[in-house]
């Protein structure tokens, strides 16, 4: 039996499609730009994004082009994509920010029309669909992580449209797995009881302070150090996970490793906990989007489609870093902040800047990404701090002629 089959085959009959399993989402997505982008290709990707991604997607070869987004939700927004970067790009990168659906109808006209693969980075959104369709259901291949939804510390899933796909992914997600060591399957199993235990006993302030002290995180900021120099030397070696390491792995050491028997089980446990974990966030979308922090998008859709489980529930407030300190005074830490943009970040020598970046600056400085599960604390430690909600107030830049039909906008 292909490793890790009895999870894929979990997660293939809740969404539908053939599954390969992996040991994080970082490796799906690699596997999946492997398959199918040739080195050198140009792929379109928002710019509010995990930095760990962005290596992802140089160490597959491929030079990361930064798309406008929109301000209410930091997702790509193909109507301002100007049609001169349609035209020269070869496949497009969802990312769902924080399990907000991209705009996968459209996305999705636009790559066939153009014959290139949609790539869903479905790591933010196992439980989330447009018109009743699973997010990770509209694209060439797409990506889970379980280390976000059901708190494991491994494992995700690249999906794929037919089993002789999955069968040749198998293969090369084989050739990049490394050998299991005890320590880091101990590691993965016994660490999300650690996390769980502090917050249990409410010591996250204390734990999370002493580390930000010791010099234990990997992030000073909120972006890793990009050590530019050395990320120029591992280009000559692209595509090549193993020159990548450095910066892919950061958070999840383990995210290529083979583990065994000890975390394959603990995650199918998790996995069978899934529906209760989704129906308790949507419990926590539906209050979180009916305050005057959440975008009108949010309690729009909340209203009309019912709550979507969010991994963390975007909030657009001033003063966001003030807050996220004040959040930690009150025992929550709110991560998954992607603050700068990655064009800022990176610059022009590893990525294509976007042609319009304020709105991605906009929204990595003013969102608030709240833990759904966390929704009341967090309702009355942003009352008592007296958080104020903003909008966006700038004009999008205006658009170029296009010179072919618009796409459904
Ligand atoms: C948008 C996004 N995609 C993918 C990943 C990678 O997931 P994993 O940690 O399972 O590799 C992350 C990690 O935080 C992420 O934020």
């Known amino acids: 039996m292909p490793y890790g089959s009895r ?5 293939t009959r809740r969404l539908g499609r053939e599954c390969v399993y992996t040991p994080s989402a970082r490796l799906a997505l690699y596997l999946a730009l492997r398959r199918w982008c040739r080195p050198g290709a140009r792929v379109l990707m928002s710019p509010v994004n995990d930095d760990v991604i962005l290596f992802v997607v140089l160490a597959a070869g491929c030079r990361p082009v930064q798309a406008p987004v929109s301000p209410w939700d930091g997702n790509i927004d193909p109507a301002a994509v100007p049609e001169s970067t349609w035209r020269e790009i070869d496949a497009v990168l969802t990312t769902n920010l924080y399990g907000v659906p991209d705009r996968v109808l459209e996305l999705r006209r636009r790559c066939e029309r153009l014959g290139i693969p949609l790539i869903e980075d479905a790591a933010h959104a196992i439980g989330s669909h447009v018109d009743g369709q699973p997010i990770g259901t509209f694209g060439t291949a797409a990506a889970f992580s379980l280390s976000k939804h059901v708190a494991a510390m491994a494992g995700g899933f690249l999906a794929v449209e037919d089993a002789r796909t999955r069968r040749e992914l198998e293969r090369l997600r084989d050739d990049l797995l490394t050998p299991r060591r005890l320590r880091d ?20 302030r204390p734990v999370w302070r002493t580390m930000q002290r010791l010099g234990l995180m990997e992030r000073d900021g909120f972006r890793m150090d990009l050590h530019a120099p050395r990320l120029t030397t591992s280009a000559r070696s692209a595509p090549s996970l193993t020159a990548y390491e450095p910066w892919v792995r950061v958070d999840l050491h383990g995210f290529r490793v083979r583990h065994g028997t000890l975390v394959r089980g603990q995650l199918g446990l998790r996995m069978a906990r899934l529906e209760d974990d989704l129906a308790r966030r949507r419990a926590g979308v539906a209050l979180l989007s009916d305050t005057a922090w959440a975008s009108t998008a949010l309690s729009e859709r909340a209203v009309h ?11 657009l407030v001033r003063d966001r870093d003030t807050l996220l300190e004040r959040m930690v005074d009150h025992g929550m830490v709110c991560g998954y902040v992607y603050d700068p943009p990655l064009d800022d970040y990176a610059g022009a020598e590893f990525v294509d800047p976007s042609p319009d970046p304020r ?3 906009w929204f990595a400085s003013h969102v608030l990404p709240v833990d759904p ?4 604390r967090t309702v009355s430690a942003l009352t008592r701090d007296r958080a104020t909600a903003v909008r966006p107030t700038f004009v999008p830049a205006p658009q170029e002629p296009n010179p072919t039909a618009p796409l459904g906008t």
């Open 359 to 361: 709105a991605a600056r």
């Open 373 to 376: 599960l966390l929704a009341r």
């Open 305 to 315: 489609d019912g709550p979507l489980p969010l991994f963390r529930v975007p909030l």
């Open 185 to 204: 399957d101990l590691d993965v199993t016994l660490r999300p009881l650690a996390r769980s235990t502090v917050r249990t006993l409410r010591l996250v």
């Open 7 to 11: 999870l894929a085959a979990t997660m």
